[in-house]
């Protein structure tokens, strides 16, 4: 009975951690949301210095979340990330406005995909 017991408050303390997880995950992602949105407003304003300052921002959120990018998503998913970012720099220093939109694009629908295990 009592390893029952152990089992079920094991049990709970994992949902109700994965629950904390999921919730963090949404209210961030809201954020990075926005400002991803604004780095495509720059982008299509063709005003690389400020799409520029957005990634170092995003590149800055994903270095201190990529542990939890891990967790929620799968490995294909958290790698693309990865990908994306990096490539979103150099389109940016080689002011590729296609190539940029569409990456941020795919950025943002494959963080979506992630938020929304």
Same mark, same amino acid.
């Given at each position: @009975? $009592?390893?029952?017991?152990?089992?079920? =408050?094991? =049990?709970?303390?994992?949902?109700?951690?994965?629950?904390?997880?999921?919730? +963090? +995950?949404?209210?961030?992602?809201?954020?990075?949301? !926005? /400002?991803? #949105?604004? @780095?495509?407003?720059?982008?299509?304003?063709?005003?690389?210095?400020?799409?520029? &300052? @957005?990634?170092?921002?995003? %590149?800055?959120?994903?270095? /201190?979340? $990529?542990?939890?990018?891990?967790?929620?998503? %799968?490995? +294909?998913e958290y790698e !693309?990330?990865?990908?994306?970012?990096?490539?979103? $720099?150099?389109?940016? #220093? #080689?002011?590729?406005?296609? !190539?940029? /939109?569409?990456?941020?694009?795919?950025? &943002?629908?494959?963080? &979506?995909?992630?938020?929304?295990?």
């Amino acid at each position: @009975m $009592r390893k029952q017991w152990i089992i079920f =408050v094991l =049990v709970l303390f994992q949902l109700s951690f994965l629950n904390t997880l999921g919730q +963090a +995950a949404e209210g961030a992602s809201k954020t990075i949301f !926005e /400002k991803i #949105e604004v @780095m495509k407003t720059h982008v299509n304003q063709e005003n690389w210095d400020q799409a520029t &300052k @957005m990634y170092d921002q995003l %590149d800055l959120w994903y270095r /201190k979340n $990529r542990w939890k990018l891990q967790l929620l998503g %799968d490995e +294909a998913e958290y790698e !693309e990330v990865a990908h994306d970012i990096s490539r979103i $720099r150099i389109t940016l #220093e #080689e002011k590729d406005k296609l !190539e940029s /939109k569409m990456l941020i694009e795919n950025l &943002k629908t494959t963080l &979506k995909q992630i938020a929304n295990f």
